[in-house]
């Protein structure tokens, strides 16, 4: 079976502060893609980024970075200098076996940003 | 532009009827899936489908039936809506090179 946690239920920052949102997986697949999303209150699904598991390095875009540790099977999220506009719920999800198979989601970090 | 529409956005229904949300995609996808969303629960796969006249159950499929008669679509129904399916539902499809689009969701209350 496959499991994605998400411990953290509910996280709240001040602008400018740096913030790390945690992931750990559960598979028994040798292939699979890990995945998040920001979930706006707008509420539309919004891609952030796919891993294979073949992959560890990690990867930044913008203020946004990941680590993936294969080691400690998490996938860590990471935002730099927070803004308001970052305020959303974010998932982290898994698809065992091949990229376009069933998705399993955490329970989502809800992120709350201050100004 | 290819594209997922979910409808309606927002639907309230009385305990008891039957209720069937629409997924319609244009981008071609084999793979279809249909999931809830719930506070402390992230998303939950309801039912999924990875091509014409296949059907799978998921994580929570009691209560709920889809059907796949063609590429486009795989409607979602509730056969006698609960209080308990009160939820956010959102409609996806993917394709192993592309990977997974979503739809905006159907806001759906059981009253």
């Known amino acids: 079976a496959q499991k994605v946690t998400q411990a953290q239920t509910e996280i709240s920052v001040v602008e400018k502060e740096d913030v790390t949102l945690d992931c750990v997986y559960e598979t028994r697949d040798t292939t699979y893609y890990l995945f998040w999303y920001k979930q706006p209150p707008s509420g539309e699904l919004v891609f952030l980024i796919r891993r294979n598991s073949f992959d560890e390095q990690n990867e930044i875009s913008g203020r946004y970075s990941w680590n993936f540790q294969k080691s400690t099977s998490s996938f860590n999220f990471t935002i730099t200098a927070s803004q308001v506009v970052d305020s959303a719920v974010y998932f982290c999800a898994l698809s065992g076996g091949w990229n376009g198979n069933k998705l399993v989601f955490g329970a989502g970090t809800i992120l709350r940003v201050k100004s | 532009d290819a594209e997922i529409t979910q409808s309606p956005r927002h639907k309230i229904t009385e305990t008891g009827r039957q209720v069937t949300l629409a997924c319609h995609q244009t981008?071609?996808?084999?793979?279809m899936f249909w999931y809830r969303q719930d506070l402390g629960h992230g998303l939950r796969l309801i039912h999924y489908?990875?091509?014409?006249?296949?059907?799978n159950k998921g994580e929570v499929s009691d209560g709920y039936s889809v059907s796949r008669s063609n590429t486009e679509d795989l409607p979602l129904t509730l056969e006698s809506a609960a209080s308990s399916q009160t939820s956010v539902y959102f409609c996806?499809?993917?394709?192993?090179?592309?990977?997974?689009?979503f739809g905006s969701g159907t806001r759906l209350t059981v009253v």
């Open positions: 489908s990875y091509g014409v006249q296949d059907t």
């Open positions: 996806a499809s993917s394709d192993a090179n592309y990977g997974y689009t």
């Open positions: 981008w071609n996808h084999n793979n």
